[in-house]
């Protein structure tokens, strides 16, 4: 393995990295839950197809991973798996390999090597392999080699995530971007500077009277409260790219056909559930869809689709029922039951919350710890609700992300030691240099939102020294009174709700 990545070193030193993309500003470090391969099992289920066994010794490999945040995590909180990031990118790698030797995880390894000579290295197949905010990001011949990698190095039955910005809902945006590119490819001076241009150009044309943005007011709002306001190391990356293309559905199925795939459903549970807010005519015009990428594009035309998250998978993808293995799976509450009225997700139709009633009994009874679903459907909380209602209700809570999928109790010591270890890896850069907000869960072998000051007041518990001197401490650390703030929130909300998930 580590011959591999030397390998892979060498020929990314030959070839320039990153030729093409953007390097000069870091992309953020984010945590993405869509990427924890129980969560994909769960979709996956869901919607009636099979999916890797929870906690299993699969391997996983996240193309264009920046950072790796999300491999690191999900390596810690599966110990039985094997976990590879591969990126162009060498600040990107060496940190996420330094963060992996400091929390001593033997079974995450980092990749610098472009797509092209990754599909090219021998190895062996893989079980998953994910690409995030890549598609849309890259040219046309590297979008190629994504599909290389695919079509050579996944297993039959695997499963390939790819996730990218769709049409119809990207469109005005696509001829926004091309007009931001006036000002930036006109400005001289750093990357910052000539992204300050694009978006003022934008905004001068805005001003001054045009029609594109007068006779489209969805976007002009975008560009005013999404674009302009936006922190400009995300802006950077996600506009002004040199490559940004926006797909329908069925061009991305399409091209996925040559590594023999055929699409199964969205990872992102909440596209499972928002036909609730359909019209009945709506419905009926996608359940009389003719085949599944009529369907996904029907859909995508009623919601506008601005960003797709999609499983596919290489030869198993009829669906039968799986209502046996969600009844089976045990999930465990990240939300309280006094949040239950902040649960809400938005679509481009409105809101979508969980069914009041049953949703609440659900939340409750796991407030007591992790359940199946058969378990809750014979809790006493739940006696009115047919297992029906509490699948329905679990599918709501997971999409709003107010519960989680579990792993199974088998092996929870090891994923607790190896969590204890990246989280306090985590915790320490976060105290002395950028803050990284997501640590692992042994119970999900998942990530979770934490703020740095819990992250301090998390490592002074372990330490067993005063968490407020402590959190004082560390780099461009906030008032006292404000830290005190911090820790009573921290005590009286954050440390039950990390304690549920074994984080503290
Ligand atoms: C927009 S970032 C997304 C990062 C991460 N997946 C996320 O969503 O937070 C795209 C990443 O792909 C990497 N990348 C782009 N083209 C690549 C290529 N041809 N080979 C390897 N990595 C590439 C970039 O370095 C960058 O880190």
């Not at 600040?91 to 090219?120: H, M, P, W, Y």
């Not at 400005?187 to 943005?213: D, H, I, Q």
Request: glycine share 8%; with cysteine; proline share 6%.
């Amino acid at each position: 393995v580590s011959t591999h990545s030397e390998r892979s070193a060498q020929d990314a030193a030959k070839n320039p990295p990153a030729a093409g993309y953007i390097t000069e500003i870091p992309y953020p470090i984010v945590y993405h839950r869509d990427l924890n391969p129980s969560l994909s099992t769960l979709a996956l289920n869901h919607r009636g197809f099979s999916g890797p066994a929870r906690g299993g010794a699969y391997s996983c490999v996240e193309l264009g991973s920046a950072w790796g945040l999300s491999s690191l995590i999900h390596a810690a909180g599966n110990p039985a798996g094997h976990f590879i990031a591969v990126d162009f990118n060498a600040d990107c790698i060496a940190a996420g390999r330094s963060i992996a030797a400091d929390a001593d995880l033997k079974n995450v390894e980092f990749v610098q090597a472009d797509f092209a000579t990754f599909a090219t290295q021998p190895m062996p197949a893989f079980d998953m392999i994910f690409a995030h905010g890549v598609w849309t990001w890259v040219n046309d011949a590297t979008r190629s080699q994504i599909i290389d990698v695919v079509s050579r190095h996944l297993k039959p039955g695997g499963l390939f995530y790819v996730s990218y910005n769709a049409l119809p809902g990207n469109a005005l945006a696509q001829s926004l971007r091309r007009l931001m590119r006036v000002g930036f490819n006109a400005a001289t001076g750093p990357l910052s500077a000539k992204v300050e241009a694009g978006v003022t150009t934008a905004a001068n044309v805005k001003t001054a009277g045009s029609a594109f943005f007068g006779n489209n007011p969805a976007i002009a709002q975008t560009f005013d409260h999404v674009i302009k306001t936006a922190p400009r190391d995300y802006l950077s990356h996600e506009y002004f790219n040199p490559d940004w293309h926006p797909f329908h559905h069925a061009e991305v199925a399409e091209a996925l056909k040559r590594a023999d795939l055929d699409f199964a459903c969205s990872a992102h549970i909440i596209d499972h559930l928002d036909g609730v807010q359909l019209s009945p005519a709506a419905r009926a015009q996608l359940a009389g869809a003719t085949d599944v990428v009529a369907r996904e594009t029907l859909h995508d035309f009623f919601f506008n689709a601005l960003f797709r998250r999609d499983l596919f998978t290489r030869g198993s993808s009829v669906a039968h029922p799986m209502r046996d293995q969600l009844m089976a799976t045990r999930f465990v509450a990240g939300a309280s039951v006094e949040s239950f009225p902040r649960l809400v997700a938005h679509t481009m139709l409105g809101e979508i919350r969980p069914p009041a009633e049953s949703g609440r009994a659900v939340l409750g009874a796991l407030a007591a710890g992790p359940a199946s679903a058969t378990g809750l459907a014979q809790h006493a909380a739940c006696a009115k609700f047919s297992p029906e209602h509490v699948l329905e209700a679990l599918a709501f809570l997971a999409a709003l992300g107010a519960i989680e999928p579990a792993l199974p109790s088998e092996g929870e010591a090891t994923r607790r030691d190896a969590t204890a270890r990246l989280n306090a890896a985590i915790a320490m850069r976060s105290m002395t240099g950028h803050a990284i907000d997501a640590l692992a869960s042994p119970i999900t072998g998942g990530g979770v939102m934490v703020s740095r000051f819990d992250q301090a007041f998390l490592l002074a518990a372990k330490r067993g020294i005063d968490p407020i001197a402590f959190a004082a401490t560390m780099k461009n650390a906030a008032q006292d009174a404000q830290i005190r703030q911090a820790y009573d929130r921290f005590e009286r909300y954050t440390s039950p709700f990390l304690a549920r998930l074994g984080i503290v």
